[in-house]
């Protein structure tokens, strides 16, 4: 990380609309955020402005079909709001949630090697809508490909509805 303001320092979950999570979906929802917080990289694009200097705290959610992220400073202060139309992300989010419940049964009887061939259907779908997030948010917002993960991890994980 060439720059230690251009990250997140805090980042927070819009439980607004979780009915609840089972144990695999929260642990994923916990690894996510402690991974991210403890290695990304985040800068903001031009538009923001120059008094957008990091680090940041982030704000996830969704409101009417969109990933919302509130950008403030370290003292809360709002820096930037960027909104991205979740479309182009429904297929994948469809198909990794499908793949993820195969996934958790899978653990619990399937033989070693049946579990790798889903863990890797997985993973695959995931680095889609990681890259897929990374290249929406060109120009908006610059994320290295593991913050693209956890980010994708947790807009999955806003998704469930309980």
Same mark, same amino acid.
């Given at each position: 990380?060439a720059?230690?303001t251009? %990250? !997140?320092v805090?980042l927070?979950?819009? *439980? /607004?609309?979780?009915? /609840? &999570?089972?144990a +695999?979906v *929260?642990?994923? #929802?916990?690894?996510? @955020?402690?991974d =991210?917080?403890? $290695?990304?990289r985040?800068?903001?694009?031009?538009?923001?402005g120059? $008094?957008a200097?990091?680090?940041y705290h982030?704000?996830?959610? !969704?409101? $009417?079909? #969109?990933?919302?992220?509130? !950008?403030? +400073?370290t003292?809360?202060?709002p820096?930037? %709001?960027?909104? =991205?139309? =979740?479309?182009?992300? &429904?297929?994948?989010?469809? $198909?990794?949630?499908?793949?993820?419940?195969?996934y958790?049964a899978? !653990?619990r009887?399937?033989t070693?090697?049946?579990?790798e061939?889903i +863990?890797?259907? &997985?993973?695959?779908l995931?680095n889609?809508g990681?890259?897929?997030?990374v290249e %929406?948010?060109?120009g908006?917002?610059?994320i290295d490909?593991?913050?693209? #993960? &956890?980010?994708?991890?947790?807009l999955?994980? =806003?998704? @469930?509805?309980?």
């Amino acid at each position: 990380m060439a720059d230690g303001t251009q %990250r !997140i320092v805090k980042l927070t979950l819009d *439980e /607004r609309t979780v009915v /609840r &999570r089972n144990a +695999d979906v *929260e642990h994923e #929802r916990a690894v996510a @955020i402690y991974d =991210l917080l403890e $290695d990304n990289r985040f800068a903001l694009g031009m538009g923001a402005g120059k $008094d957008a200097a990091g680090p940041y705290h982030v704000h996830l959610s !969704i409101e $009417d079909n #969109r990933l919302v992220l509130d !950008i403030a +400073d370290t003292g809360d202060q709002p820096v930037d %709001r960027v909104v =991205l139309p =979740l479309t182009p992300f &429904r297929k994948i989010v469809k $198909d990794y949630f499908t793949v993820c419940e195969s996934y958790y049964a899978a !653990i619990r009887t399937a033989t070693p090697s049946q579990i790798e061939a889903i +863990d890797m259907g &997985r993973r695959g779908l995931h680095n889609e809508g990681s890259n897929l997030l990374v290249e %929406r948010l060109g120009g908006k917002i610059e994320i290295d490909f593991n913050t693209g #993960r &956890r980010l994708f991890t947790l807009l999955c994980v =806003l998704h @469930i509805r309980g």
